[in-house]
DNA sequence: GATCACATCACACGTTGGTATGAGGTGTGG
DNA sequence: CCACACCTCATACCAACGTGTGATGTGATC
């Protein structure tokens, strides 16, 4: 495993002022935090190691794309990085607005240091939890994927608290088949019990929400 | 059932400003709404049917306890009614907190009436999802709460994918008896499989967090 | 002291689940 | 054309599950 873990989170400072940028850079590597900055969004979503562990604290006037913009825009393009916003010319509305879309907080400038360090920490928190469900998540998508279109359809009927004979008449099919299909795909699916693969299948559900 | 899901959804409004006060009640009203209002936080806590659908419209500056403060409290008196914050001289600190405890919305004065309609339509939205999952969930714990200690141990170990053996020796029982609870516990429950008893495990699971 | 819920177990029986052996068919890709 | 994955099924066997009968013992409640 090169970098499972216990990579170090990353908090990505978006903001076209350089000296509050690089304000906030040190003040974020005092604390021990490991930083990048970027100008703009742009700059930003051409930089790698985006999926990797941490946060994005993003100024909210920014040139072209809005902070706020930007953010919802984040989701679409897959990036799911918890977010902190700040702003020297804000208002309510806007702030209801960046929380209702999921942001960690949102500050406005002038902020308190230790408020930003408490927002960036908080958000790290939460994207380390995400991540852990999320790398789980994933673990169980690959391994379903791995399943042939009948034993995804037995696994269906299975951990719908169907009997195999009720699913062989369903399916049209033989009591042994279904039984077959339904041991490849605990195999598969790397299930030890049956409560294990109800949960799996519960998992993926939320996942397809 | 006299009042089950058919109950009309009410919003309650505090605040000690009359005319406002007023002035809301006429509005929501005006859009089929039902209102109650309120001058302060005690007289609504004196209410009755605070346990009915609906929500709460609270201003946020309040004699005794802001609305802030009371936003919070009504968790710890176990009302789950959804929140919309208004306030005449509010801040971006104060509509940040106010949406981290859950607010719906955090309404400047003077606001649209527009903006508040939707406001409470939303609260009404969440509180109607809400009450369904909790209704649910509310019927499992007390189908559980039937359960004897030994079904409620045996029902654990069932749900964690372990066998009527296995079980049987972790509670020195001989696997008959482990059978008649399990089989007990299915019943009381009504559960008409094992994966919907595993369901049923997770979302007491999910309560006690 | 009778009643009742709870808990325990032996024995027996039938059902359901899981796997192996062996065998046949389809379709795809090298 | 052959290998390979997929899908199908019969037969057989063993393990696990579920239930019923009948019995014993405890503690709480009335």
């Known amino acids: 495993m090169p970098q499972a873990s216990g990579e170090t989170p990353v908090v990505h400072i978006v903001d ?3 000296s509050q940028r690089f304000g906030l850079d040190s003040l974020l590597r005092s604390v021990g935090l490991a930083a990048r900055t970027y100008g703009s969004t742009q700059e930003f979503l051409k930089a790698d190691r985006l999926d990797g562990p941490g946060c994005i604290v993003l100024d909210v006037r920014l040139p072209g794309t809005s902070g706020l913009d930007f953010q919802e825009e984040l989701a679409t393009l897959g990036i799911r990085l ?3 916003l700040m702003t020297g010319h804000g208002d ?10 999921g942001a960690v907080d949102f500050l406005p400038k ?8 408490d927002a960036v920490t908080a958000a790290i928190n939460r994207d380390r939890l995400q991540r852990a469900n999320e790398n789980q998540a994933i673990a169980i998508v690959d391994r379903h994927a791995t399943l042939s279109p009948r034993e995804r359809e037995v696994m269906a009927l299975v951990t719908a608290g169907k009997m195999n004979k009720q699913i ?9 088949t279904v039984k077959i299909h339904r041991g490849a795909a605990m195999r598969k699916m790397g299930a ?4 294990d693969l109800v949960r799996m299948a519960d998992a993926l559900k939320d996942r397809a929400r």
Chains 1, 2 share one sequence.
């Open 92 to 101: 309510i509305p806007m702030s209801v607005r960046a929380m209702k879309a």
């Open 16 to 18: 076209d002022d350089d």
């Open 82 to 84: 918890p977010v902190v």
């Open 110 to 117: 002038p902020f308190r240091e230790q408020d930003m360090i």
């Open 168 to 176: 062989a008449a369903e399916l049209g099919l033989s009591e042994v």
């Open 192 to 195: 030890r019990s049956l409560a």
